[in-house]
């Protein structure tokens, strides 16, 4: 099975100010179609994780561009430029490689 | 719009069954492989079974092997999961998700599950 493992897994940041998250898999997520397999997911308080990256670097529908997806391999990172206070939440790793399908532990982002 | 409706989650005994549905609406539901992903209470995401169009493939988590079928029905544009043989560590809210590009997208609200005496 494909580890993921993110760091860190809280963040605190003041609103306004950037903040980065890391992803590592254990094994190389790139596709034979040259895409990486990896997605990254939001899941506000009480809600639904919702797609805010895929394939490593895309932009999902009517995400803000203060996101952005990077990296390749087994190495990624998911930036935002300035923090809202809507982006509060735990943030999720996914490889959608091969099955089993496996999520990293969770980044708990928190407004200072 | 895109949509994802999950039904049928409950509380259980142990051991007991459970068959879980998922209204799909918005998308051509027949063209999309579907997912179902499962969260513990205050843990995170665990993915748990996919299943290609028409039905053609189903992969599943070895921890559900054996216990949790996965099916679809692409006329009323639903998705299911039954459940048997559930165990206290089954209990989680259950999401359905459409699968493209590798990913999840979007999901339903889910449904909770608890399995307990």
């Known amino acids: 099975d494909i580890v993921m493992t993110q760091s860190p897994l809280s963040l605190p940041v003041t609103p306004g100010e950037p903040a980065s998250i890391s992803c590592r898999s254990s094994q190389s997520l790139l596709h034979s179609n040259r895409y990486n397999c990896l997605n990254w997911y939001l899941q506000k308080p009480g809600q639904s994780p919702q797609l805010l990256i895929y394939?490593?670097?895309s932009r999902a529908s009517g995400v803000p561009d203060r996101f952005s997806g990077s990296g390749s391999g087994t190495d990624f990172t998911l930036k935002i430029s300035r923090v809202e206070a809507e982006d509060v939440g735990v943030y999720y790793c996914?490889?959608?490689?091969?099955?089993?399908?496996?999520f990293g532990q969770g980044t708990r982002l928190e407004i200072k | 719009e895109v949509q994802l409706v999950e039904s049928g989650g409950g509380l259980v005994q142990p051991g007991g069954s459970l068959r879980l549905s998922c209204a799909a609406s918005g998308f051509t539901f027949s063209s999309y492989w579907m997912t179902w992903v499962r969260q513990a209470p205050g843990k995170g995401l665990e993915w748990v079974a996919n299943i290609k169009q028409a039905g053609s493939e189903k992969y599943y988590v070895d921890s559900v092997k054996g216990r949790f079928t996965i099916s679809r029905d692409d006329a009323k544009y639903s998705l299911y999961l039954q459940m048997n043989s559930l165990r206290a560590e089954d209990t989680a809210v259950y999401y359905c998700?459409?699968?493209?590009?590798?990913?999840?997208?979007?999901w339903g609200q889910g449904t909770l599950v608890t399995v307990s005496s």
């Open positions: 998700a459409r699968a493209v590009q590798w990913a999840f997208d979007p």
């Open positions: 996914m490889q959608g490689l091969q099955t089993p399908i496996t």
């Open positions: 394939l490593g670097s």
